[in-house]
């Protein structure tokens, strides 16, 4: 049962960085850093948006059942897999660039979770 809250906090983190990024990018005068207050709170009370703010909590509450129920140690290295995902499907989604540096730094990603899951107990 760890490993599927374990799977559900991923999806539901990739989830929400793949939402936001969408969202953002349909409201380029939305960011903190334009600073158009209006914009902002429009982005706020978009369902999207909200979706991705209740996946993050959720995200969250399957993170506490997983690590109740399995050591931090042996969980933590599988929310590195997020980066690779949001990465491969920024790609698709968002034609983003993915140069072959991208490619190695995702590759070490991946072989470390492997390497660290394979590890003891």
């Known amino acids: 049962m760890s490993y599927i809250f374990l799977a559900l906090t ?5 989830y929400g960085q793949i939402v936001l990024k969408w969202q953002v990018s349909l409201n380029p005068g939305s960011t903190i850093e334009g600073l158009n207050p209006r914009a902002i709170v429009m982005l706020l ?9 209740a996946a993050a909590f959720s995200a969250s509450m399957c993170w506490m059942a997983a690590i ?3 050591p931090l140690s042996k969980a933590y290295p599988f929310m590195a ?3 690779p995902i949001v990465a491969v499907l920024a790609v698709w989604l968002f034609n983003e660039s993915f140069d072959l540096q991208r490619v190695f730094g995702t590759s070490l990603i991946v072989a470390g979770v ?3 899951a394979q590890s003891g107990s």
């Open 114 to 116: 492997v390497v660290l």
């Open 10 to 14: 991923i999806v539901l983190t990739v």
């Open 81 to 83: 897999l997020s980066f």
């Open 45 to 53: 009370l978009n369902p999207w948006v909200i979706s991705a703010f």
């Open 68 to 70: 109740n129920r399995m």
